[in-house]
């Protein structure tokens, strides 16, 4: 069984950054594709990331050039670091791998 649990969320100012992190279990992150969406108050669900498991990396246009999605094995976990933040990153952030997803986190760009 996969679970999948999203950390690292929080409040932070614009211009600010966020490490956010996917710690999965029960399933191994180096052998699936990992997505990162997020779903901003009265909106879909958007992609924002993905890591392949052959390590390649696509991102949305809104956030590419300030996001890097990253992997460690070791740990079985996916990192997404965004610079940057603007206040239209505000969203949960959730993330998915074999079709289950995370409880999600919440990011919050305010000043």
């Known amino acids: 069984q996969v679970q999948l649990v999203e950390s690292g969320g929080g409040l932070v100012q614009p211009g600010g950054s966020l490490r956010l992190s996917c710690a999965a279990s029960?399933?191994?992150?180096?052998?699936?594709?990992v997505h990162w969406y997020r779903q901003a108050p009265g909106k879909g669900r958007e992609l924002v990331a993905v890591?392949?498991?052959?390590?390649?990396?696509l991102y949305c246009d809104s956030v590419k050039g300030r996001s890097t999605i990253s992997r460690d094995n070791a740990a079985n976990t996916v990192h997404l670091q965004i610079n940057n933040l603007k206040p239209e990153d505000t969203a949960i952030y959730y993330c998915?791998?074999?079709?289950?997803w995370g409880q999600g986190t919440q990011v919050t760009v305010s000043s």
């Open positions: 890591i392949g498991h052959l390590g390649t990396t």
């Open positions: 029960g399933r191994s992150v180096s052998s699936e594709n």
């Open positions: 998915t791998l074999n079709m289950c």
